[in-house]
Each structure stands twice: as C-alpha cells, then as structure tokens.
C-alpha cells in the first residue's frame, strides 16, 4: 500500500539556518505530494503541494519538488525564524477518485535564537 | 470564515463512558473524515465519509463509530472508550475529489482525548 518516510526529529536549527525535511513515498500511480504543518496546540494547516512531477510548491519561503524518478518530495527553506517551530508532516493523495490522505510520522522542527 | 469546528477540544473521560465528539464544516464539502495522531505514528483515518449517509472504515476503525445524516456534520462515537483510545482527533473535510483533481483537505483544530 501507499506509505510516506520522513526523517526522525526533533530537528533543532539556529535562526537563518537552512532548512531540509526528508520525505520519500511509495504509491501505486501519481499521487498528489503534500506538505502540512501544525503549530503548538492548533490544526493541520496546508503549507504546499504538487500535483505531479518535477511541480514546485512553495509558500511562506518553504518549497518542496516533486522529483518522481527519487519518490521524494524533501521541504527546504532557506533561512529559518523561530516561529518556523512547529511540526512538519508529509502526505499523499491518491488522485484515483479517493480523497485519503496518507501521512508520514511527522518531523518535529525547532528554532533557537 | 471558511472552517471546520471540533467539540469538546479536550475531554476527560473514564473507561465504558460513551463520547461523541463532534464536528462540522461551513463548505458545503462533500468528504470529511477523522484521523486520530499519535506519537511515533503519524495521523491514521479512523472513518471517512463522502456524502450524506455515505460512510466507510479507514485504517483504525475499531472501536469507533460515525455517522452522516447532514453533509455539515460528522460526529466520532465512542461507544465504550479504553485507554488505548486516548489520542489528540482531527476532523478534516475537502471536496470530494475527481480523477485528476487536487482538493486541499481543511482540519479542525483537534480533540485531546484521554480515557482512564
């Protein structure tokens, strides 16, 4: 079945550090690649997605590409600020008709001064 | 405001104490669905719904019940809580998606359950 890996946290990083998450996926098709992020004590929130192969998302100087040919999809951000603390989860979408979302584990970012 | 709600946001709750969470959307979305989040273990879907009367089992449906009489509303039954069903509950909702569409998925902000 489809599955998603990220890389194990808690990464700890120095404001205006370069960020990189891991995320590898094994998935039947061209799911849709996605990444969320979830502030302390609130939601899932959408940080950005790619729909199919070699797409950039990107938002908030987040960006992730879809590289099918390594089954990745890895977050970077090129200078990190505290508020960037949060946790970071991977996902895909089978775009067969269904809307199930399927999430890796979740990496656990956070910034010091 | 564009919003899915969850209640309660936190319960307390003993073993064989039947729960309902609820939780509702203002989209007018077709699917909704509950994940529960635990560490380690990312977010796994309990039930998903989508549409009215329209309801299926996801990864980890035992010992969880749903039910989809209005497309706003898709309350999480706990018929008989344990321990092991102590975990933080998220509501998400989407349209419904087609063959070669994207619809982001909206989620709640999350029920903190603990069962003793």
């Known amino acids: 079945g489809d599955s998603v890996t990220q890389m194990e946290g808690p990464v700890t990083l120095s404001e205006e550090a370069f960020l990189t998450i891991n995320c590898t996926y094994t998935?039947?098709?061209?799911?849709?690649l996605f990444w969320y992020v979830q502030y302390p004590g609130e939601g899932l929130q959408l940080l950005l997605k790619?729909?199919?192969?070699?797409d950039k998302g990107s938002n908030k100087g987040f960006e992730a590409t879809y590289r099918k040919e390594t089954t990745s999809f890895h977050l970077e951000k090129g200078s990190v600020q505290v508020s960037d603390s949060a946790v970071y989860f991977c996902?895909?979408?089978?775009?067969?008709?269904?809307?199930?979302?399927?999430f890796g584990t979740g990496t656990q970012l956070k910034v010091e001064l | 405001e564009a919003q899915v709600t969850q209640n309660p946001r936190y319960l307390i709750t003993v073993t064989g104490k039947k729960l309902t969470v609820t939780c509702s959307q203002n989209?007018?979305?077709?699917?909704m669905s509950w994940y529960r989040q635990d560490p380690g273990l990312g977010l796994r879907q309990i039930y998903y719904?989508?549409?009215?009367?329209?309801?299926d089992k996801g990864d980890v449906p035992e010992g969880y019940k749903v039910s989809r009489k209005e497309k706003r509303n898709f309350p999480l039954i706990l018929e008989s809580p344990s321990p092991n069903q102590t975990s933080l509950y998220f509501c998400?909702?989407?349209?419904?998606?087609?063959?070669?569409?994207?619809?982001?998925?909206?989620f709640g902000p999350g029920t903190r359950l603990t069962v003793l």
């Open positions: 996902a895909l979408l089978y775009t067969g008709g269904g809307n199930k979302l399927t």
């Open positions: 719904s989508m549409n009215v009367e329209v309801t």
């Open positions: 790619a729909t199919k192969a070699d």
């Open positions: 989209m007018n979305h077709e699917y």
């Open positions: 998400a909702s989407s349209l419904r998606s087609r063959q070669g569409r994207t619809d982001t998925q909206y």
């Open positions: 998935a039947t098709g061209y799911p849709s």
